[in-house]
């Protein structure tokens, strides 16, 4: 039997909201994974801190406040410092379409906005879990296509 | 896995210690292969006192916020303390959500958050609150140079006492208004505690449960363990808890259950680790094999 992945489902910033983050977690839990769950109001570094701790795969970031352009960059910026190139990140809630390209540059590899099906983020962690270069260090420019 | 891995995180490397927990975990390295490559000999200190403690009790009496001051405080003396917080595992889907960490708020102060490390693990095939593999990660934290490591089982039951099968000491969270003094003399995990811990002292009926809990081991033989009020949310008793934990004694009172548990665990690793145990599994639902011939079969008394 392979091994559960271990996913980080995080809240970077000031946003009280984790409705959506909640299901994501259940969903990726009852998919056979081990999600560790930040709570609310997370800094960039306690996150990078708890992938590291946590030995995470892949660092899911979920915010409706707005503050994505500077939070999801500033947590890609220090995976990186901390050598943890190989971390895959992907992300959720209100991030306007405006807003994506900018994000997948920083190595970004999903944005789920909201109506996204709990199967298609499965689809994607099953996709991507088998991708050998898209960690948050990898230059690859690959990402997935998501339907909202 | 690499020995540099092992070398990195033998000198502190936080995420080679992290990766390395998870080969042993995943069955990808074994204790022996890490003792091989760390130098022993770097073991610096002589251990007369614990090195592991398990804080056991029903969910929801406060072991995370508890464990979190003593987090604080224990690092706060100088002493490198991991915690190894444990949540149960989908017995249907294997997946599992572990929470623990929500309420760690130790590792955010920036003071001591170098002195603490804390990892959160799935209770994956296992039956207990414990995962028997959980005794090899403490093992290797230990190499690593931490010097206390904190399990925090699953919130468990009265009969629960698993963790005294993998940890040098057994702290018991009890909270108030649980029970009348009955359910202080019933059996189980109690008789096993080296201290008991009753939490939520700012709520009612906390100091009679602790009377009752005093009242009811000085019926019973040898020496009885401390009993402890705290309050974790507002800080009251917590130094005292902290400093008398640091110096607990084995109880002595249950050696034999112990090694009881010690021996089941193990039995039950053997079990599960066994490559012919889907095989079995399929056998006996398919009502070809019955109970005890799979249990011949795995115990290696019978061939198939």
Redesign the interface.
Known sequence: ?S??L?IVVAKPGLDGHDRGAKVV??T????????????LRRTAQ?IV??V????ARFLGLSSLSGAHNHLFPKVCELLVA???NDVIVFAGGIIPHDDRSGLFSCKIRAIFGPGTPTAEILEFIDTSANMADIGVGDSNDWFWESSA | MSDQLIEAAINGN??SI??T??GLE?GQITLDQIRQIADVSILRKDYDNWRSIAITGAPGVGKSCLIDKLLANWAGRGLKVALLAIDP??PR???????D??RITA??LVDV?DKI????I?T?KSSGSVPLIVSDMIEFLILAGWDKVIIETVGSGQAEVRCAAIADRIVVVEGPARGDGVQAEKAGLLELADAVIVNKSDLDGAEKHAEELIESFHLGLGEAPPVLLTSAINGDGIAVASSTLLEIKDSGRSNRARWRERLLAQHERRILESAKLDEILVLLAAGSISIIEALDILGGQKNE
Request: charged fraction near 35%.
């Open positions: 039997m091994q559960p271990r977690a259940r990726l839990r009852d998919a056979g994974h081990e999600v560790i769950y930040t709570g306690q801190e708890t590291r701790d946590e030995d901390e050598g943890l | 936080r995420r992290a990766r927990l998870s995943n595992s989908s889907t294997g997946g599992a959500l572990l929470g960490r929500v590792i955010d958050k490390y804390v990892r959160s799935a994956r």
